[in-house]
């Protein structure tokens, strides 16, 4: 099979929560911009150091909204994930996942799998199933205090399984009922609902444990389970 193609789409409910989403993560940003922007067209800044300061942090605000628009267009889109088939084995994938996560957020710790993956994942677009994995892990990384919080990967019925939480949190993520994840709580922009959207378009599913807080478990389905 030389060609993949996966729609991924969108309900009229994700679409308003996207549009409420995009208003409010904007406001911040365009606040910092028009506040620096301000100081300077009012020569507020007489030192050259506070100049640049605020010229920094304006542009940084700037790429802000840019990066905010860019997740919505792309998220409003829908797009048909088709290209040439790729074959990453499962260690492979968790290699990379590894290194998006490391230049997404804190130090992430990845635990050693107790016995060797030896899987492999088919599907178009493999960079984004990466990316879409570290967006959730460090997502969820980020909204808990937690520093025994770490990363265990598994294989078992047809899927690698990215688990994240404490010993005790990844443990019940096997053991009991899946929790529904809820990619729009939490305050993580559109980058996060985007990146659930893109696991679950692969066939892939997200769950979280009973309080919906502080762990995660990823699936993506190995061999010929992904278009």
Partial sequence: ???????????????????????????????????????????????????????????????????????AA?????????????????????????????AQCSPLEFIAPPAPLSGTIRGVHMDRIVQSVAV??????????????RVSVQEGEKEARFLLGSDEDRAALIARTPMTFDPWRGGHGIALPLACRTITGVGGRIWTGADGRGSVGIAIPEEASVP
């Fill in 136 to 149: 959730i892990l460090c997502a969820v990384r980020r909204s808990t205090r937690n520093d025994s919080v």
């Fill in 1 to 71: 099979m030389g060609q993949g193609s996966t729609r991924v789409p969108q309900t009229p409910d994700e679409a308003a929560k996207a549009l409420s989403l995009l208003v409010h993560d904007l406001r911040a940003p365009l606040s910092v911009a028009q506040g620096y922007l301000r100081l300077l067209q009012q020569n507020r800044l007489s030192a050259e150091a506070d100049r640049t300061r605020a010229i920094t942090q304006a542009m940084d605000a700037l790429g802000r909204i840019t990066r905010l628009c860019e997740d």
């Fill in 74 to 102: 792309e998220f409003v889109a829908e797009p048909v994930l088709d290209g040439p088939v790729a074959t990453l084995s499962v260690p492979s994938l968790v290699e990379q996942v590894k290194q998006a996560c490391s």
